[in-house]
């Protein structure tokens, strides 16, 4: 089972297509190391392993009677808690929509079940989405697979988490603030944050908002590829999407490493960062010696800092004022402190806040190109602190620096959301705490393709030098964390082993 269940996406696909693997047999690996490693982590949601034995039959069959197959056929596929999931609880988290039950599939895992990937659970998030640490008061917390004490990040850690212990090969994600990035980077995996507009995004309450975006996770750059080439392309639900060639991400054209010229930042000059994450990243600097044709330490300029925070505190309350109005004013106390913070947050701005703001995000964005007239690929830590206890809300406090607010640790991944450009944060081996380290990957302006295949030659060259590789778990060590990660829930669910629990009313939320 262990094999099967370690194999990347990719070749399980290959392997499937050339009958040499069964979609059944897969999945029943998998649903094996969910029962065995989920009890420790706490990723891994409702699930629906009835229903999915019945599609992964229909997929073997599809594969013996030689029909075509779509690019995740057979692939046992874990939704974010985020995507409203045919015939499968999706509670994003909070207690109004405890026992919701969608009738279709959100247009994400619609493109992905055609694809012909298996649903086989969702993943865990933080409430509604808000924060980087998974935990909720529907399902619990979801721990770090290095250190179920730890956190493995959000909003997509139940994602990163799976992945990273090879519950499932394929997992989705989506990212304000740097919620594919965060988890991806505290769990080993590799977590892309696309351009805006690559995949459509229709749940999004604000169409014309580039902050938000949906997208791929996977234990390899090629898995997200994988990912990315099923789901993007237009839709009319978000209106930022546009017409694009899905498959060229299956193969993005080589790169020459050697030929690239990257510039790096510990801070952006606008973040609290730990000296432990410093000099972590010091240190993949040095070991990436050669690489590159240069590899130079650069002052970013974005504005002044406070603007910077300032015009995504703006931004990001607009969104969440737009999503959660209806079920603040039905009841304040259905919304979590999070949520309910970013809400009132934003009613007390005014249009004039939200004018700024747009214009100060033209401004970040111009400034940030200055960059590209001279460096192919900007570097960064992807997060500015090493996993802590999933106990803490949030890192209240960054070298000695208080934080202002739950997400004000998360600046080195908004302040890449704000200026729109692609981002993937790479697994590049642990710190000096053993645990994992990210390496955020920033790409031109709406260069997807060009990221993707630099991203995808350094996990190559990073796989040769131990500093470097992608770090793995270690699955006989796991133990159980104390407190237990579903300790914070106040009422169970309905059955998180059912496909179609009761249908309960719920509020209009996104």
């Not at 933080?126 to 250190?147: C, K, L």
């Not at 990315?228 to 054209?253: E, I, V, Y």
């Not at 206890?389 to 406090?397: C, D, G, I, Q």
Request: with cysteine; aromatic share 6%.
């Amino acid at each position: 089972m262990s094999s099967l269940v370690e194999t990347p996406a990719v070749e399980l696909r290959r392997l499937i297509g050339a009958r040499q693997v069964s979609p059944v047999e897969l999945l029943e690996a998998c649903i094996a190391r969910i029962e065995q490693v989920n009890p420790f982590v706490n990723a891994v949601t409702a699930t629906c392993f009835e229903r999915a034995r019945t599609e992964a039959k229909a997929a073997e069959q599809a594969v013996m009677r030689g029909e075509p197959l779509g690019l995740l056929h057979g692939l046992p596929l874990g939704v974010k808690d985020l995507e409203p999931t045919a015939g499968l609880l999706s509670t994003m988290g909070t207690p109004s929509l405890r026992n919701h039950v969608p009738s279709a599939d959100v247009e994400l895992v619609r493109r992905l079940r055609a694809a012909g990937a298996i649903v086989a659970g969702k993943t865990n998030v933080p409430e509604m989405g808000a924060g980087a640490n998974s935990r909720n008061p529907v399902w619990g917390a979801t721990g770090n697979p290095f250190d179920p004490n730890l956190n493995a990040g959000g909003s997509s850690g139940g994602s990163a988490a799976a992945l990273a212990l090879d519950m499932l090969p394929v997992c989705t994600g989506s990212d304000t603030g740097g919620s594919l990035r965060i988890p991806a980077a505290k769990c080993g995996v590799v977590g892309f944050r696309p351009s805006p507009g690559v995949v459509p995004s229709v749940r999004k309450p604000l169409g014309w908002s580039p902050i938000s975006v949906v997208g791929p996770m996977g234990r390899t750059v090629a898995d997200a590829c994988l990912q990315l080439a099923a789901s993007a392309g237009p839709h009319a639900g978000d209106p930022l999407s546009h017409p694009l060639d899905a498959r060229a991400f299956l193969d993005p054209k080589p790169l020459d490493l050697s030929r690239l010229r990257v510039a790096w930042t510990e801070d952006f000059g606008l973040c609290d960062v730990d000296p432990v994450v410093r000099r972590a990243m010091r240190e993949r600097v040095d070991a990436m010696g050669g690489l590159f044709s240069a590899c130079d330490p650069v002052r970013v300029d974005l504005g002044a800092p406070a603007d910077v925070h300032r015009c995504f505190d703006v931004l990001r309350a607009e969104a969440f004022v737009a999503g959660m109005r209806e079920a603040y004013e039905k009841d304040p106390s259905s919304l979590g402190p999070n949520p309910r913070a970013n809400y009132e947050m934003g009613v007390r701005m005014s249009l004039l806040d939200s004018a700024w703001a747009l214009a100060e995000q033209t401004r970040i964005i111009a400034r940030f190109q200055r960059l590209f007239d001279d460096y192919d690929l900007v570097l960064s830590p992807t997060t500015p602190v090493s996993p802590f206890p999933w106990t803490l809300a949030y890192a209240a406090e960054i070298d000695g620096r208080a934080q202002e607010n739950y997400y004000r640790w998360l600046a080195l991944t908004y302040v890449i959301t704000l200026t729109t450009h692609p981002a993937i944060s790479l697994p590049c081996g642990v710190d000096e705490r053993g645990l994992p380290f990210g390496l955020q990957v920033v790409g031109p302006f709406r260069g997807d393709l060009r990221l993707l295949a630099a991203a995808q030659a350094m996990e190559q060259a990073f796989a040769a030098r131990p500093l470097l590789r992608r770090p793995r778990p270690d699955v006989a060590r796991l133990r159980a964390a104390t407190p237990a990660l579903d300790s914070i829930v106040t009422a169970p669910p309905a059955d998180r082993h059912a496909s179609t629990p009761t249908v309960a009313a719920a509020p209009s939320v996104v």
